[in-house]
């Protein structure tokens, strides 16, 4: 199974450098279900591996200045705060036993596990979900309209608090975000959206506690299998249009969530 954790790590990189995003959904199922890692240390190890990964990622995308550095700042500022938050108080402060329903029980794992599912369906949508001729265009005629500060701030207070709770970098939001509401043009959107993607994935694992007492072996192992995929996924994305494969990706996302809420309430 570790050799399967391995190369299934290659495609988080990979779906990171080709459309921006949806890889790190892959990262906790990969972990918990492939390496064999508790769920509530997944989500802390996810953080390490796509903070890495898409700050590697992001290198390529700052030599074509093609990261918006206020943006980045403006939607990063309250998305680390909330991150960091997050994983210092509010993780800690979910019970162990949070319910029982018969012999059912749920408890932390479950539910961390149950809602990173549901992110991944909403993911899934958003992925599948073809995009209009001419969208693009409409889009970026929308730069000319002011920037709508707090609601870029209330979406990275969001996003922050997703990516603590479940270890995803949440690209998926972050990219239509910048695009509806920083004005960015798709490409300069990734890469902002991998930069606030590192700086608060790494900056919420630091408010981990007992960083020290972790598997280093594993997580930089399934980091360098990331990169490795990354650095291949920017590389391909010159030649390969990363919007006709978003969908596809999106269904095995949503194969992927319709499985873990299988196998938490049912299998």
Same mark, same amino acid.
């Given at each position: 199974? %570790?050799?399967?954790?391995?190369?299934?790590?290659?495609?988080?990189?990979? *779906?990171?450098?080709?459309? !921006?995003?949806?890889? #790190?959904?892959?990262?906790?199922?990969?972990?918990? %279900?492939?390496?064999g890692?508790?769920p509530?240390?997944?989500t802390?190890?996810?953080?390490?591996?796509?903070?890495?990964?898409?700050? @590697?990622? +992001?290198?390529?995308?700052?030599?074509?200045s093609?990261?918006?550095?206020?943006?980045?700042?403006?939607?990063?500022?309250? +998305?680390? @705060?909330?991150?960091?938050?997050?994983?210092?108080y509010?993780?800690?402060?979910?019970?162990?036993?949070?319910?029982?329903?018969?012999?059912?029980?749920?408890?932390?794992?479950?539910?961390?596990?149950?809602?990173?599912? @549901?992110?991944?369906?909403?993911? #899934?949508? #958003?992925?599948?979900?073809?995009?209009?001729?001419?969208? !693009?265009?409409?889009?970026?005629?929308?730069?000319?309209?002011?920037?709508?500060?707090?609601?870029?701030?209330?979406? !990275?207070?969001?996003?922050?608090?997703?990516?603590?709770?479940?270890?995803? !970098?949440?690209?998926?939001?972050?990219?239509?975000?910048?695009?509806?509401?920083?004005?960015?043009?798709?490409k300069?959107?990734?890469?902002? +959206?991998?930069?606030?993607? *590192?700086?608060?994935?790494?900056?919420?694992?630091?408010?981990?506690?007992?960083?020290?007492s972790?598997?280093?072996?594993?997580?930089?192992?399934?980091?360098?299998?990331?990169?490795?995929?990354?650095?291949?996924?920017?590389?391909?994305?010159?030649?390969?249009?990363?919007?006709k494969?978003?969908?596809?990706?999106?269904?095995?996302?949503?194969?992927?969530?319709? %499985?873990?809420?299988?196998?938490?309430?049912?299998?």
């Open positions: 199974m %570790y050799i399967l954790g391995y190369l299934a790590s290659i495609l988080i990189g990979l *779906s990171l450098g080709i459309i !921006g995003g949806g890889g #790190s959904i892959l990262t906790v199922p990969v972990l918990v %279900y492939l390496l890692v508790d509530v240390l997944g802390a190890y996810s953080l390490f591996i796509v903070g890495i990964t898409s700050a @590697v990622g +992001s290198v390529s995308y700052f030599r074509n093609s990261v918006d550095i206020r943006t980045a700042i403006l939607f990063g500022i309250p +998305s680390i @705060v909330a991150v960091f938050l997050t994983r210092a509010l993780i800690p402060a979910i019970p162990t036993t949070i319910a029982r329903v018969g012999s059912f029980v749920i408890d932390r794992n479950v539910l961390l596990m149950l809602l990173f599912a @549901v992110l991944m369906l909403l993911a #899934s949508i #958003s992925m599948i979900r073809p995009t209009k001729e001419g969208e !693009g265009r409409k889009l970026e005629a929308k730069t000319q309209k002011p920037t709508p500060y707090l609601l870029i701030l209330l979406e !990275g207070m969001v996003v922050g608090t997703l990516t603590g709770l479940v270890g995803a !970098g949440g690209g998926f939001l972050i990219i239509p975000a910048l695009i509806l509401f920083g004005g960015l043009p798709m300069k959107a990734i890469g902002t +959206s991998l930069v606030i993607i *590192s700086a608060k994935s790494l900056l919420g694992f630091l408010g981990e506690k007992n960083l020290a972790l598997d280093w072996q594993l997580l930089l192992m399934v980091t360098a299998f990331a990169i490795i995929g990354i650095l291949a996924g920017t590389r391909f994305a010159r030649y390969i249009n990363g919007e494969l978003k969908p596809a990706f999106g269904w095995f996302v949503l194969l992927m969530g319709l %499985y873990i809420i299988l196998k938490e309430t049912i299998l």
